[in-house]
């Protein structure tokens, strides 16, 4: 089943020519990222997608509905966390519960049943500044979960972690994936983390950005750092190279 289908997608903003002529999909319960080159439109389609903004030519279609224009549907987690600094951790993440009209005892007690999933046990009351980025980011995860479990855009959530702390937060997010009944697009520009993550990667050109490649991931769940010395996941990664 097709949860996102973007058809044909133009846009440009002025003189400048974003995005050319996009077609993808993304089905349920499936993680696909979108790699290509700084500035090619990735963000913009996920401002398409989410509704935020129209595209010049094309559909966005969400469960077979059209969805141009639409916002409300989609949760959009973006590389910076955005929490609110003045509330702490369980505040900030029932935000998109008291949104959706819910009591506030009935966020918490619902934004607290994930707390352990999300590794965040014991740090309800503590607020952003004393968190560190990797637990700062499994907060607005979760943040964006609650506001559309079934369809999650994430923006180069992990862009702006050290090394090793973004490495620790990929394994992490697999094993979140593997219990959330989600569907996910992701936005990076390593492609290490594209193929560790991925079921599918669409590969885009340079502004105005078309669809260059659409590879499958064909390497087994559960995943762990032999993943990255895989034959296939090697044989990907060089092929993605000489595309870029």
């Not at 007690?109 to 500044?129: I, M, Q, R, V």
């Not at 490649?213 to 060089?238: H, L």
């Amino acid at each position: 089943m097709k949860k996102v289908e973007a058809i044909n997608i133009k846009k440009s903003f002025g003189q400048l020519h974003t995005l050319e002529d996009i077609s993808l999909s993304l089905e349920e319960n499936r993680f696909v990222s979108l790699l290509g080159p700084s500035g090619c439109g990735k963000s913009t389609l996920f401002n398409i997608i989410s509704g935020l903004t129209l595209p010049d030519r094309g559909e966005i279609l969400i469960d077979g509905e059209v969805y141009n224009g639409k916002t409300g549907r989609v949760s959009y987690m973006h590389q910076k966390d955005l929490l609110l600094p003045w509330k702490n951790i369980l505040s900030n993440v029932m935000i998109p519960l008291i949104l959706k009209g819910e009591s506030k005892n009935q966020a918490e007690k619902k934004a607290l049943e994930y707390f352990h999933l999300f590794g965040l046990d014991g740090f309800e009351k503590n607020y952003p500044n004393q968190l560190s980025g990797g637990m700062r980011q499994r907060a607005s995860l979760l943040r964006a979960y609650l506001f559309s479990k079934d369809i999650m855009l994430l923006d180069e959530p992990f862009g702006g972690l050290d090394a090793i702390t973004k490495r620790k937060m990929q394994h992490w997010l697999l094993e979140v994936f593997n219990n959330l009944n989600s569907s996910i697009l992701f936005i990076t520009h390593d492609i290490d983390e594209a193929i560790f993550l991925s079921d599918e990667i669409y590969i885009l050109s340079k502004r105005p950005a078309v669809v260059k490649k659409v590879f499958q991931v064909n390497i087994g769940r559960p995943r762990d750092d032999n993943t990255f010395t895989n034959v296939e996941f090697i044989r990907i990664k060089k092929e993605i190279l000489n595309l870029l």
